[in-house]
């Protein structure tokens, strides 16, 4: 496999957090940061310079969609939203890349490899997208078309 990513987590619940963190770890990435509200995630991602980012659009202070924006300010940055209901996503972002919850593994590394896809046609200086993983048994898996 490729060199995992460097990934700031932002998650409004510690639980879930935690989770996410432990999955990312077993798929080969690195966590630099895990935090919870949106002024820490506009922080992280300034003092971590992350290859990608995983952002919880309800915060548990803040807006994922807020810190995002921010973050975007300062230039492209390939992400991931996680939410519990999509329709409020593609409201405020309608080409949002988007994991729903509850996710598994195959869930992530899938939301991972669209949002590098999508930062390969933005930032073509990146490496190439990650395969799917290798125990992927979903037939329909976009990165198999």
Request: with cysteine.
């Amino acid at each position: 496999m490729v060199d995992g990513l460097k990934i700031v987590v932002a998650e409004g619940s510690a639980l879930i957090g935690m989770d996410l963190a432990e999955l990312l770890g077993e798929l080969g990435h690195h966590v630099c940061a895990l935090i919870s509200t949106e002024a820490d995630a506009v922080d992280a991602a300034a003092r971590c310079n992350p290859d990608m980012m995983i952002v919880d659009c309800s915060l548990a202070q803040g807006s994922g969609f807020a810190a995002m924006h921010r973050i975007l300010e300062r230039g492209p940055m390939p992400h991931v939203f996680l939410a519990d209901d999509r329709r409020d996503i593609f409201e405020q972002a309608p080409n949002a890349i988007v994991v729903m919850k509850p996710f598994n593994a195959h869930d992530i590394h899938s939301g991972i490899v669209a949002a590098r896809v999508i930062s390969t046609l933005i930032l073509p200086h990146l490496p190439q997208p990650l395969p799917c993983v290798s125990a992927c048994q979903f037939p329909t898996c976009f990165q198999r078309l």
